[in-house]
T-cell receptor, first 114, second 113 residues
Framework: DVKVTQSSRYLVKRTGEKVFLECVQD?????MFWYRQDPGLGLRLIYF???????EKGDIPEGYSVSREKKERFSLILESASTNQTSMYLC?????????????FGPGTRLTVL | GDSVTQMEGPVTLSEEAFLTINCTYT??????LFWYVQYPGEGLQLLLK?????DKGSNKGFEATYRKETTSFHLEKGSVQVSDSAVYFC????????????FGTGTRLQVTL
C-alpha cells in the first residue's frame, strides 16, 4: 500500500523560529510537492521537486525553502516563522514529472505560529 | 494562468439525496481533470479523474464527465450517505506543467440522517 508520511500532525512554534516539516514517501516517486491549505483558498503550491536536489518554486514560495537530499524525503523549511504561516501543510508525491498520475497525499501537518 | 472554480459550500443534504457539486475550469491546451476528497482529519485522496474530453470518471458511486464545450467537470452522486461527508476539491493538471495540480477552493459536504 502506497504511503506518504509527515513528521508531525500538529506543531506549535514561536515567531522567528526555524521550522522543519518532513515528508517521506515509500513509492520510489520522482515528483514531490508541498502545499498549504487555508479555508476559502483551497490548496496552493509552495514548492515541488522532480528529482533529488532539484526544486522549483510554486505559486507561493516566499518565506519558504525546501531540501531534497534523498529521493524519498522532501523537507519544507520556514527560515523564520511568522504568524501568517499558520496553516495546514500537505505533502504529496507522484510517480513521474510531466504525467497525469494520481498524487498521493500525506495526512498533513497543522502548524500554529504564535 | 490555469484556474478552477467550484461552488461555494457548505452543502447540506439528507441521506439518499442527489448530489451535484459544480466545477468549471480555465486552461489552455488539454488538461486532465480530477476530483479529490478530504475526509475529516485526513489528507486528500483521489476520487476520480478524466484525461480527455467526454471521458467519464467514476468511483464509489460518484461520477463526473469532462465537458470541453462548457469547460466543466461537475461531480454527481445519485444517493449520498453520511459517510460521504467530506471536503471535495476539483483540480486540473495541464500539459507541460510538470504534473502540478491547480485546485479549486473546495466544497464541504455535510450529509445528515
Amino acid at each position: 500500500d502506497v504511503k506518504v508520511t509527515q513528521s508531525s500532525r500538529y506543531l506549535v512554534k514561536r515567531t522567528g523560529e526555524k521550522v522543519f516539516l518532513e515528508c517521506v514517501q515509500d513509492m520510489d516517486h520522482e515528483n514531490m510537492f508541498w502545499y498549504r491549505q487555508d479555508p476559502g483558498l483551497g490548496l496552493r503550491l509552495i514548492y515541488f521537486s522532480y528529482d533529488v536536489k532539484m526544486k522549483e518554486k510554486g505559486d507561493i514560495p516566499e518565506g519558504y525553502s525546501v531540501s531534497r537530499e534523498k529521493k524519498e524525503r522532501f523537507s519544507l523549511i520556514l527560515e523564520s516563522a511568522s504568524t501568517n504561516q499558520t496553516s495546514m501543510y500537505l505533502c504529496a508525491s507522484t510517480l513521474e514529472a510531466g504525467g497525469v498520475d494520481e498524487q498521493f497525499f500525506g495526512p498533513g501537518t497543522r502548524l500554529t505560529v504564535l | 494562468g490555469d484556474s478552477v472554480t467550484q461552488m461555494e459550500g457548505p452543502v447540506t443534504l439528507s441521506e439518499e439525496a442527489f448530489l451535484t457539486i459544480n466545477c468549471t475550469y480555465t486552461a489552455t491546451g488539454y488538461p486532465s481533470l480530477f476530483w479529490y476528497v478530504q475526509y475529516p482529519g485526513e489528507g486528500l485522496q483521489l476520487l476520480l479523474k478524466a484525461t480527455k474530453a467526454d471521458d467519464k470518471g467514476s468511483n464509489k458511486g460518484f461520477e463526473a464527465t469532462y465537458r470541453k464545450e462548457t469547460t466543466s467537470f461537475h461531480l454527481e452522486k445519485g444517493s449520498v450517505q453520511v459517510s460521504d461527508s467530506a471536503v471535495y476539491f476539483c483540480a486540473l493538471i495541464n500539459t507541460g506543467t510538470a504534473s502540478k495540480l491547480t485546485f479549486g477552493t473546495g466544497t464541504r459536504l455535510q450529509v445528515t440522517l
